[in-house]
Each structure stands twice: as structure tokens, then as C-alpha cells.
């Protein structure tokens, strides 16, 4: 019994368990986060490893090779919005005989943030339906879209408008036209969203944020701070967050 309690003790020492959260985690959807376990010791594997964190879903390693890293997916899935501390990781084995399993606890002291359980809703930000939803496109003069008119020379245009070809026909220089398409920015005022309360309205502007932000400028109202509209991922992000941590203070 002495020797297989040392054997089974050692099993599971030097592991070092790791959790790495995804970008975005909505309220009530399963979120997928990835766990890695590194064994740390010089010589053996470990064996027959069973990890359990927030979810309680057990994730089973049957062998981590000596001095080697492990990966596993795991989904959690969180019933609020806001901050939320994942708690600990713990780590068991039966090895070596199966009659007792041993484990180590590691505190993660890691926080995730939950953003709103999104919810479909108009896309000009108010609460009322709209026919139009995905419009909002206006054309100007520009330079990279299509072509769309030639016309004379100024003198205060760049030469490389300049379209050659017609103008060596009509012997006058003669300049290319290009149009633009500019996207109209969406701002989201949280007081104009429909909703039956507060976290319904959250939930409705994260479903904006995550439809629109990726595609045209997005920009919000929010708690009497603004939020200038900008476009792409982090924006998004940042967005969300702002979201998830609403009332909190």
C-alpha cells in the first residue's frame, strides 16, 4: 500500500494545468475553452489524468508524456452576464492500482468576462422593426471604388486620373471618375432598444455589436457615456465588454 500511495502521488505532481479562455463568451451559450496540462517531470509520463474546473465536466488524459504539453476542449457555460471567477482546477488519478484516486487542487485565479446573451434586434438601434435592416449605404466621389464617369481636366486633380487612352483620341486630357461607397455608422442608444427590461436591451445591442461590427462603423450610448463608432474585432470587443460590465460598479 506504502508503494503504490508513493507511486500514485507522484503521478500527478509536477503537472502544471492551464486554462485558455476564447475571445467571446455569451450569456447561456456553451463557450469553448481549451485546458492544457504540462508535465514537468524529467524522466516519466503521467497516467490516467482526470481534470475537473468550472464546468464539472471531467476531461480525461490517459497518458502525458515526460516533459510534454497536453491539450483538451472543454465547454463552459455561464448563466449571467458580467465578471465571473473560474475557481479551481482540480487534478485526480487512480493510477497505479484503480482503489484510490489522489488529486491536487490549483487555484487559477482567473476571471472571464461574460458578455450579454444576445438576442436579434433592429438594425438602426431603436425599438422599432424595420424593413430596411442591412441598408444604409450612400454613394460619394472617392477614389477606390467603380468607375463611373470621365470628364475634363481642372488642373486640380492628380495625374494618375488622368485616363490616357481617351485623351489621346480627343486631344484634351480628360479624367476618370471613380465613385464610393460609404457606409452610414450604426450608434446603439441602449433607452431606444425594445426589450422587456434592462437585460433584454443589453442582450438586443450585443446582438448589434456582433452582427454589424465586423462590416460597418458601430457606436453606442450607453449609461450617459459615448462611444465613437469604429469598426473590426477589437472594437466589437471592446464594445461587449462594456456590455457585460454595465451597473456592476
Known amino acids: ?5 508513493l507511486a500514485g502521488m507522484y503521478n500527478i505532481k509536477k503537472l502544471i494545468p492551464a486554462l485558455h479562455p ?9 463557450a469553448p475553452f481549451r485546458v492544457s496540462v504540462q508535465n514537468t517531470k524529467q ?26 504539453t497536453i491539450d483538451g476542449t472543454v465547454l463552459f457555460t455561464f448563466s449571467q452576464r458580467g465578471q465571473v471567477p473560474l475557481g ?9 492500482v484503480g482503489f484510490f484516486s489522489r488529486y491536487w487542487s490549483f487555484e487559477t485565479g482567473c476571471k472571464v468576462t461574460v458578455f450579454p ?14 424593413p430596411t435592416i442591412g441598408t444604409g449605404l450612400r454613394r460619394e466621389r ?24 481617351h485623351s489621346a483620341r480627343s486631344h484634351d486630357l480628360l479624367v476618370k471618375g471613380f465613385g464610393r461607397c460609404v457606409v452610414v455608422p450604426l450608434i446603439i442608444d441602449l433607452n431606444e432598444l425594445s426589450g422587456q427590461g434592462v437585460e433584454e436591451r443589453l442582450s438586443r445591442a450585443a446582438w448589434l455589436i ?14 450617459g457615456r459615448v462611444f465613437p463608432a469604429g469598426i473590426g474585432k477589437q472594437h466589437g470587443l471592446m464594445l461587449l465588454k462594456e456590455l457585460a460590465l454595465y451597473g456592476s460598479d
Open 1 to 5: 500500500m506504502s508503494v503504490t500511495g
Open 22 to 30: 476564447p475571445e467571446e463568451i455569451f450569456a447561456g451559450i456553451p
Open 43 to 68: 524522466y516519466l509520463p503521467t497516467f490516467l489524468i482526470s481534470l475537473e474546473c468550472y464546468s464539472g465536466q471531467p476531461l480525461v488524459f490517459p497518458v502525458i508524456q515526460k516533459k510534454s
Open 88 to 96: 479551481r482546477i482540480t487534478i485526480s488519478s487512480p493510477y497505479p
Open 117 to 130: 446573451h444576445p438576442i436579434a434586434a433592429d438594425s438602426r438601434g431603436s425599438g422599432d422593426d424595420s
Open 142 to 165: 472617392g477614389l477606390s471604388g467603380e468607375l463611373e464617369r470621365i470628364y475634363p481636366y481642372s488642373g486640380s486633380e492628380s495625374l494618375h486620373m488622368i485616363h490616357w487612352k
Open 210 to 223: 456582433q452582427r454589424w461590427v465586423r462590416e460597418r462603423p458601430v457606436g453606442m450610448l450607453l449609461g
